[in-house]
Antibody, heavy 123, light 108 residues
Framework: EVQLVETGGGLIQPGGSLRLSCAAS????????MSWVRQAPGKGLEWVSV???????YYADSVKGRFTISRDNSKNTLYLQMNSLRAEDTAVYYC?????????????????WGQGTMVTVSS | AIRMTQSPSSFSASTGDRVTITCRAS??????LAWYQQKPGKAPKLLIY???TLQSGVPSRFSGSGSGTDFTLTISCLQSEDFATYYC??????????FGGGTKVEIK
């Protein structure tokens, strides 16, 4: 079965760090464009970061310089390292797979989503 | 960044109704548009990609249309399981991806 399972969320104080994991099964993370998307309580969806199959990484301005996306091909797992956390980073964080054919440079919609992991930044 | 504006933000409808949600992009995005359905406490679910292509397994009562800046999602005959929040998303300006603010469909 093709699925994504996120872990690593929790309560963290402002200024702290947290690493989220997203374990994939049924497909290869490194063969796809993989993103993190977040949703603040009661709010809409916000794209956070993407890692291309070739390894290039990109970030939303709101997290640039504080968050780092990476992957471990041997574990077929995606990560999001979050540093200097702020109250406004409080959200459910989802990992998501782009359904495009990455090797052809095709981009597309997100067809597989994880169940989400909650990050709460509060003192 | 490309701004996506959905309307209405919420509305009430009855089972069996035909409903339409609109999404407008701040600049042309060709057909690089997706629609998602989200229920409370759940992850979004892909309904339509490339503006009008139905994702596998999605009921045919869902349809999408449009290109350029104006898009619509139509549910031809609203079912009880369709009460949810719907989001549009552009992927034209990859990697800078943006979502609409969402449209909540509630039971009348």
């Amino acid at each position: 079965e093709v699925q994504l399972v996120e872990t690593g969320g929790g309560l963290i104080q402002p200024g702290g760090s947290l690493r989220l994991s997203c374990a994939a099964s049924g497909f290869t993370v490194s063969s796809n464009y993989m993103s993190w998307v977040r949703q603040a309580p009661g709010k809409g969806l916000e794209w956070v970061s993407v890692i291309y199959s070739g390894g290039s990484t990109y970030y939303a301005d709101s997290v640039k310089g504080r968050f780092t996306i990476s992957r471990d091909n041997s574990k077929n797992t995606l990560y999001l390292q979050m540093n200097s956390l702020r109250a406004e980073d409080t959200a459910v964080y989802y990992c998501a797979r782009d359904r495009g054919i990455a090797v052809a440079g095709e981009v597309d919609a997100f067809d597989i989503w994880g169940q989400g992991t909650m990050v709460t930044v509060s003192s | 960044a490309i701004r996506m504006t959905q309307s209405p933000s919420s509305f009430s409808a009855s089972t069996g109704d035909r409903v339409t949600i609109t999404c407008r992009a701040s600049q042309g995005i060709s057909s690089y548009l997706a629609w998602y359905q989200q229920k409370p406490g759940k992850a979004p679910k892909l309904l339509i990609y490339a503006a009008s292509t139905l994702q596998s397994g999605v009921p045919s009562r869902f349809s999408g249309s449009g290109s350029g800046t104006d898009f619509t999602l139509t549910i031809s005959c609203l079912q009880s399981e369709d009460f949810a929040t719907y989001y549009c998303q552009q992927y034209y300006s990859y990697p800078s991806l943006t979502f609409g603010g969402g449209t909540k469909v509630e039971i009348k």
